[in-house]
């Protein structure tokens, strides 16, 4: 993580203040990407947010271009709402604007991330369908899905989360997938946790994918 960390700041400072600042207003169209992340605030995941800012910076400085849409929302105890959306962007063809909406992008985390209260369940499911529903009204080219969790979903009394993901064109990726006390005791937990949402996203006909070495250098790659 120290590695990535030291990447992350690198590319994204160079990004912030080398870029030429040709603000002649040219239509550049991008690569047409969407990346939706997904934060797990319940209990003790909030103190693992701090690393998740690491990851938001790199894709801010390294794999996201003019045209490409990035937001960043929580998992929470209902997370199938707009409320849930910390911040959305989608990047200007003009380096100027594009820094300023990066540097926006990176304070608006910053501060939630400072301020989130840790949430009594965890509502993944309703996340993940909040940002198909997204990633299908921008439209974009390539649709990908990023969830931070430890995947242990926990619903209040009464929520219903049984249906069938659509996912066909979109690449699921899970990070920083950490192991729950419960799983020190029973690792099948752990394993079934992974396999069984694995299962959800292929049946939807959609692509997954779990990291959890962050120092890869192909982890985050888009």
Known sequence: MKKLLAFVLTSFCLTMTSCSDSDTGEVNTGTGRG???????????????????????????TELGPGDSLVVARIDSGSFSEKDIVAKVTFDARPSVSNKQKKVFAETVDKFVKTVRGSKYTDISGGLLQAIEYLNEVGVAEKHVLIYSDLKEELPKGFVRDMNFTLKGFKVRALNVTKLRTDNVNPQEYLDRLEDWQVRVKQGGGEWIVVNDMEREEALAL
Do not use: F, R
């Not at 909030?46 to 800012?53: G, H, I, N, P, V």
């Open 35 to 61: 990346v939706y992340l997904l934060l797990d605030t319940s209990g003790t995941y909030t103190k693992e947010l701090k690393k998740a800012q690491q990851i938001i910076n790199y894709l801010m400085g």
